[in-house]
């Protein structure tokens, strides 16, 4: 596997993780440290997907990839509140973490991506 290429995240995806964790003691009992290792992993890919579509200036590229996300996670049980939940603890975790100019765009392509999962899965 390729090593994440944004390790400046790992402090804020630690913090949702354990955040995550506090929040739903059960994955704990259920999944245990390979858990955890798992939403680490998937909020890297949540941060890598913001940046790609920060560097391409397109809301699009990370509102499309929460809609695939969510019809996976759906297939596989879980319910659309869990990537929601995921999304909104990356908003506020970012606060001050990075440059505005990035918070601010992080911010809006996370409340799309949370508007159009809402408006997709009603």
């Not at 949702?16 to 009992?29: H, R, S, V, W």
């Not at 699009?60 to 869990?82: E, R, S």
Request: glycine share 4%.
């Amino acid at each position: 596997m390729i090593p994440f290429p944004y390790p400046e995240y790992h402090p804020i995806i630690d913090a949702i993780t354990e955040e995550i964790y506090q929040a739903y003691p059960e994955l704990e009992e259920k999944y245990g440290e390979a858990g955890r290792r798992k939403c680490r992993e998937d909020n890297q890919h949540h941060f890598h997907s913001l940046e790609t579509a920060y560097q391409m200036k397109q809301e699009k590229i990370f509102v499309d990839y929460a809609l695939w996300l969510n019809g996976i996670l759906v297939k596989h049980g879980m319910d659309k509140q869990h990537l929601i939940d995921n999304f909104e603890r990356i908003e506020r975790l970012i606060k001050e973490k990075v440059d505005d100019q990035k918070e601010e765009a992080f911010k809006a392509y996370l409340q799309a991506a949370i508007q159009a999962v809402n408006e997709n899965s009603e």
